[in-house]
């Protein structure tokens, strides 16, 4: 009997979108539940079977708590500016905004065909003007703010520039960049760009000549998140270190904060480790080390102070602006053509490079503060200009890299810690005790770090200070295809903030996207970039994260022109009570909209400290990739394909391992896959620039059409290499879910994802095995329905062993879901499934219940059942049933009676019935009496809760 998926989904996609079934208001007297989903960036290629994954177990939270009496916020938008959208337009001409359009209709074609219980009137897109109107506005209100240190807590500029008014620097307690102070006569006699640019330093949204990862290739800069191991992460292309004018923005200000709240969330220790490691908090001092002949000093920044006696030179990163002031003239060259050669390097690699030791000696000496001795001082790559004070006191006995460094360059080391108490210890390890250090001698390490600050601060030598990894974040990028930073400048180049009535700012049409250089095409409009009065407007454009910072308070109230989102939505709503995502956005997009959302706190906006109050990051769907050796080389002027185990044979550097076409393999994924001819034919109408190339395994040749035996074999057998790895257009093994739901249904779609294992693993997609999952649902089917097809539901009283199935199943799912676990869920659908099967079940009062249990996962099939049923509305507005403990107890046991040994009779007694009551009676039993029949009963033995055995 078959189901007739296509059309009961069609059905009741159009019902659910007709009732609104999934709307969702804040004028509720329900308590809320806020499930989010990561929105996706739309590209080209569509939804694969991986990307539903998180989805899915997102849904079944929402209709479930939907079902359990809350008023369900789920959403979904897109996330719609970026980067490939804009290099697609480079490449085909294809305005953004058209393939964006067109991706985003794909996109929700393929969400709406799996059923999901979005509010689909809340659908919001990043580069629609009604939403960046307000990622706009609150770049504007981080521009005018600054972050008191004391209060911690943002404020307004206004009340930092009254400050300065009263009493210049003196007494303000802010995060900010500003080097030095000045009295308010000083402030007061600053033209308005001067004091701009001082208030630059200070503003939450800031700009600021920066070293930025620069991607010439991509013509932007990058934030480090958006780099990877030297190289962009779209696209891998190399970045450079570049000194620019850029706007970014001073998450360093919320280091403390972003640190510290996540204490409370419900989120996997692996990522709030990711993130702790990230903003990389280190308690330290800095130490001023005065310049030999002088009037200079370099200020380090030190975990270690207790090692300053083995401080025995110093490094400044090659960018430090001391490094030319200090340098001798005849060591000028040298230090410059270092400098250069450091600019090309990424701060990744730098940090990653610890085999290359490179340097140069800038002819300078600084003194040791404490010893009063001399020591040279280096400008070497290993130290990085943003990290501490860009200078290092370099201590080689008790830092690797300083060692390292100074065995290269022969400079001299002190070994000041004494660990030969601890025999497996390394160096840098803080265990031992202090030698070679004057007044430390003898101390622990953490009693001499305590000892040196307290002489440090005594003499004016330097403070304690806690330094983050943390960077602020660079705001600019110099591309077409994001929001329009909304500032524009005066003649004196003053930065100015739009006007609230001016937003939108919008994106003017562009045709030409190319990227020009170091400013954004944006700049090659003239009567754009002219905003009159000798105003002009900012080209820049902001980066992929701004949207996605708070994208999630909108969902909230999507259609306010006045706010981001109104109050009382806001009161309501809150915060997200669980968001499901991946892990790939552990340090970008989760680290900027928790800064967003503590701003928007600070601000009175937001009624919570966190956004997110609970994460699950779904596994990844894996794909078998199918590789083929090729030879890197023409052969005889042929590319030439080598079969993977003739390959082996052959040093690896001969070839290139080329994913192809997953389907053109036989028995692909297994370790033996490989091209049969046909399978060669198949692969060459796939990629007919391949119809030259010669195919080789050990059976023979094929070319042009032609196999060529050797041994008289009878066909080709080319083994492929088969890898578990990512899914993707790019390995050519991506599943479409659209073709799964097709054939399928996309209920069964859904369970099996579900089914393929827990929700936070990755595993590979295995098509094989969806069968399984198709038959469990075609039986559920037929629960209801004969093999005719005709409804067999009846009035019919339940069993006690039915209604046991059936709590029974409604407490394991209940508990299941609380716990995330779907997979589980889904067992034991199947389990009752086929116990009721067995015993025949047509009874509605187990049937009806079943049904409703059923709906977040399968929201179709449930959906039509429950109208068969005669359910009124939808089975998705019912209530989610509850499990009755009592009925899950065995109140009473069957027993089976048996006289020596053999099965006479039943007898029924209660659960706790002691084995001396059951003897008494069972052997009054009429039917036990006639089978004794007046022998003598020898023995009675009860095996409680099993069986009766009477000896006679
Ligand atoms: C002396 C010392 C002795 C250090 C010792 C370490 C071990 P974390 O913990 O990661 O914060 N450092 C400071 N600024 C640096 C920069 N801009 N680039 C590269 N290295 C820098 O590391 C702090 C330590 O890293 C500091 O403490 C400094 O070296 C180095 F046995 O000072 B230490």
């Not at 980066?543 to 999630?552: D, H, I, L, M, V």
């Amino acid at each position: 009997m078959q189901i007739d998926y296509a059309s009961i989904e069609k059905k009741w996609k159009e019902r659910w979108e007709q009732d609104g079934v999934y709307r969702v208001s804040h004028d509720d007297p329900r308590p809320k539940y806020y499930v989010l989903d990561m929105f996706p960036y739309p590209s080209g290629s569509g939804l694969h079977v991986g990307h539903p994954l998180g989805y899915i177990a997102s849904d079944i939270v929402s209709r479930y708590k939907r079902m359990d009496g809350y008023n369900v916020l789920h959403p979904m938008g897109y996330d719609a500016f970026g980067l490939p959208a804009e290099q697609y337009a480079v490449q085909t001409g294809i305005h953004p905004a058209i393939s964006t359009e067109d991706n985003i209709n794909r996109y929700r074609n393929q969400l709406l065909n799996l059923g999901f219980s979005y509010d689909w009137s809340r659908e919001v897109k990043t580069c629609d003007p009604r939403f960046y109107k307000w990622t706009q506005w609150i770049f504007l209100q981080l521009f005018h703010h600054y972050y008191d240190t004391e209060r911690n807590t943002a404020r307004p500029v206004a009340e930092l520039i009254a400050s300065f008014e009263a009493n210049g620097t003196h007494g303000v307690h802010a995060a900010h960049s500003y080097e030095g102070t000045f009295d308010a006569t000083t402030w007061q006699a600053m033209t308005p760009k001067e004091q701009d640019d001082v208030l630059m330093n200070y503003r939450l949204a800031y700009r600021k000549i920066s070293y930025v990862n620069w991607c010439e290739a991509l013509g932007t800069v990058l934030a480090n998140d958006e780099v990877k191991d030297g190289v962009s992460e779209r696209g891998g292309y190399p970045v450079e270190r570049k000194a620019m004018l850029q706007w970014s923005l001073r998450i360093t200000a919320y280091a403390e904060r972003l640190l510290r709240d996540l204490d409370d969330l419900e989120w996997t220790d692996a990522m709030k480790t990711i993130q702790s490691n990230w903003i990389g908090r280190s308690e330290g001092a800095e130490v001023e080390f005065p310049v030999r002949g002088r009037d200079a000093s370099i200020r380090v920044f030190t975990t270690r102070p207790d090692t300053i006696f083995g401080a025995t030179f110093m490094v400044l990163a090659p960018e430090h602006p001391l490094v030319a002031e200090i340098t001798t003239p005849d060591q000028q060259l040298e230090v410059r053509a270092y400098q250069e050669q450091a600019a090309l390097r990424s701060e990744r690699e730098r940090i990653a490079d610890v085999k290359e030791i490179s340097g140069v000696f800038t002819g300078a000496f600084a003194v040791n503060p404490v010893t009063g001795r001399s020591i040279p001082v280096w400008a070497a790559d290993y130290v990085l200009m943003d990290y501490g004070t860009g200078a290092i006191m370099a201590v080689p006995g008790d830092d690797t890299r300083d060692g390292a460094f100074a065995r290269h360059f022969d400079l001299p080391i002190v070994e000041v810690i004494d660990r030969s108490a601890f025999p497996d210890a390394e160096v840098g390890d803080k265990v031992g005790t202090l030698q070679n250090s004057d007044f430390l001698n003898g101390m622990e390490i953490p009693e001499a770090i305590e000892a040196t600050l307290r002489h440090i601060e005594t003499q004016g030598l330097g403070v304690r200070t806690v330094q983050y990894k943390l960077r602020d974040a660079i705001y600019s990028r110099q591309r077409y295809w994001g929001e329009p930073i909304p500032i524009l400048y005066d003649q004196d180049g003053v930065a100015h903030a739009m006007d609230v009535q001016e937003l939108p700012h919008e994106l003017p049409m562009l045709d030409d996207f190319q990227p020009s250089g170091t400013s954004s095409p944006l700049a090659r409009l003239p009567e754009w970039v002219d905003a009159g009065n000798g105003m002009t407007r900012e080209t820049d454009t902001m980066p992929g994260y701004a949207g996605s910072s708070w994208y999630f308070l909108r969902y909230m109230d999507p259609y306010s022109d006045d706010v981001f989102a109104s109050p009382e939505a806001i009161a309501y709503w809150k915060d997200v009570d669980l968001y499901i995502g991946g892990t790939e956005h552990a340090v970008g997009h989760l680290m900027y909209s928790r800064f967003w959302h503590k701003f928007l706190y600070d601000k009175g906006l937001v009624p919570t400290v966190e956004p997110f109050r609970k994460l699950i990051n779904q596994g990844m769907i894996q794909g078998v990739i199918e590789y083929l050796y090729m030879y890197k080389e023409k052969v005889d002027g042929y590319t030439k394909f080598l079969c993977a185990r003739l390959a082996a044979q052959h040093p690896e550097e001969l070839f290139a391992r080329i994913p192809i076409l997953v389907t053109v393999v036989e028995n692909y994924g297994t370790p033996d896959s490989y091209l049969s001819t046909r399978s060669i034919e198949q692969l060459i109408a796939w990629r007919p620039e391949y119809e030259d190339a010669i195919f080789e395994c050990s059976k023979g040749v094929y070319h042009r059409g032609t196999f060529t035996p050797r041994d008289g074999a009878a066909g080709s057998h080319l083994y492929t290499d088969s890898e578990v790895g990512k899914m993707g257009k790019r390995y050519h093994n991506a599943v479409n879910p659209d073709t799964v739901v097709a054939e399928y249904g996309a209920d069964c779609f859904r369970m099996y994802e579900m089914f393929l294992g827990p929700i936070d693993q990755s595993k590979p997609w295995d098509t094989n095995n969806i069968d399984g999952v198709s038959r469990f649902i075609r039986r559920f089917w037929n629960l209801f329905h004969s093999d005719q097809d005709a409804w067999q539901v009846t009035e019919n009283e339940p069993s006690g062993e039915e209604l046991k199935i059936l709590h029974g199943t409604i407490k394991r799912v209940r508990e299941d879901i609380e716990r995330y676990s779907f997979n589980t869920c889904v067992s034991h659908f199947m389990t009752a499934t086929n116990e009721l099967k067995k015993l025949g079940t047509t009874s509605r009062a187990i049937l009806d219940p079943l049904v409703r249990l059923i709906a977040p996962f399968a929201p179709f099939i449930s959906e039509a059942l429950w109208e068969q049923l005669g359910g009124s509305g939808s089975v998705h507005l019912t209530d989610y049933p509850k499990f009755d403990a009592s009925l899950l107890i065995e109140s009473t046991i069957t027993y089976p009676v048996c006289i020596n040994g053999k099965k006479r009779t039943e007898a029924d007694f209660t659960a706790d019935a002691s084995p001396a009551d059951i003897e008494q009676v069972v052997l009054a039993l009429e039917a036990v009496q006639k089978w004794i029949d007046g022998k003598t009963v020898r023995k009675v033995i009860v095996v409680p809760k099993r069986m009766i055995n009477i000896v006679v």
